[in-house]
């Protein structure tokens, strides 16, 4: 490791995707106790998955690879659950096996935390922020730490924090201490390798009472964002979590595969033959960056006429998300009918039994939704859910564009220029909702 100077030298060249995580998910829980009793507060239900699957999810849409979950109390319930990875994320555990506070946690997963800066997360609350602007405002800054915060109505029941015009911390007061401001610790933070070896040794030691303070005047930054938080701790704000967590869901573009992402090739039956479309992985990775989630619903009447089973197309998909992945995207989902068309399936599209099964699925609203593809049949799909529709020109898109009765709100060279449109339809909602 090179050597750590006072003053910030950054690396720039870290990525997102390189980001070492660490999340806190070691407190007791003793004022939840009430609503979950027999499990860490991390795996309280909600909408029938537990809290901290919402902030993997979050890890995961910002491109992150590489987890530790910092346990503790009944910590072992957290690996039954989740394991050893979660959809694109890999995860590693650290347990202390007495409560030892949040720096006391971090300290112990040292070992799992080389980056610099290292991205820090509490696992009993949710800040709906972007962590990409977050991690890109701390580079440029060049913080030693940054913290995220976000305006609440009752600051006192949390640690407030006041800022200079720039953005440094000049005081940090923890809840219960009197409020400074309106904005609000969240518990997530981007910590420097400086601040990580600063993390005093005693045996019980917290990053709010005993570490950040010492960092004001001294590189401690805050970065305003107007993202919703909840924060899971008391039995009243859990309630609420239901409601919020359907209150700031995720768009959603919906894929089709062959001719939209891979080049169309007449009952593809061999992952070799997997030809991705030109430009098209920048395109799905510009989409995750702008947020959006990514989903691929195909029908594959090859499985029905047995021109080969489903053995073979989980094959071929398995190798399409290596292929994707290699190049940085993920996908949320994947989708697939294996019907023949005079099967009668409600899966074949433009059947839509397919896209509400993703939606209950990832938890996306289908009317929000972005679909793309290259056949009538995908266009006709998302005008039934009342999506946004785009026809590319690759694949058979060509040829269905010059049928004037396909009705796709916009008809588009390629996934390229789609996500140029989606971009510039994001900037328009952006502005009317802010009034800028
Ligand atoms: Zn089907």
Known sequence: MPPI???????????????????????????????????????????????????LDQLAAA??????LCTGYLGEKIYDTFGGSYRSLQLSYSREQEPVGTAGALRLALP?????????MNGDSYCAADLKSFFQWHCDRGAMASLLLTRVRQSERYGSVKLDSDGAVLEFREKKQGVVSDLINVGVYLLSQAVLASLPQQK???????????????????YQTDGAFLDIGTPEDFLRADQFFSSIKRKFVVLDRDGTIIEECSYLSDPEHIKLIPGATQALRELREMGFGLVVITNQSGVGRGFFDEGRLREIHERMRQMLEAEGVWLDGLYFCPHKPDDGC???????????KASTELSFDPQASIVIGDKGSDIEMGRRVR????????????????????????????LRAAVQTIRRLSAIERSEVHGD
């Not at 799992?112 to 820090?120: E, G, I, R």
């Not at 409600?346 to 509400?356: A, F, H, I, Q, T």
Request: glycine fraction near 10%; charged fraction near 20%; include cysteine.
């Open 5 to 55: 100077a006072e003053t910030r030298s950054f690396d720039t060249s870290i990525k997102m995707s390189d980001l070492a995580v660490a999340v806190l998910v070691g407190g007791l829980g003793t004022r939840l106790r009430p609503v979950v009793a027999d499990r860490p507060k991390g795996l309280a239900e909600i909408r029938g998955r537990p809290f901290l699957a919402y902030l």
């Open 63 to 68: 491109g992150l690879r590489h987890a530790v």
């Open 112 to 120: 799992y935390l080389q980056s610099d800066p290292v991205l820090v």
């Open 204 to 222: 019980k030691v917290s990053l709010e009472y005993d570490v950040f303070r010492q960092w004001i005047g001294r590189g401690l930054c805050g």
């Open 346 to 356: 409600s899966c074949r599209k433009p059947g839509v039994s397919l896209m509400e």
């Open 387 to 414: 999506a946004t529709t785009f026809l590319v020109r690759t694949g058979y898109g060509a040829q269905v564009a010059t049928n004037s009765s396909v009705g796709a709100d916009y008809i588009v060279n390629d």
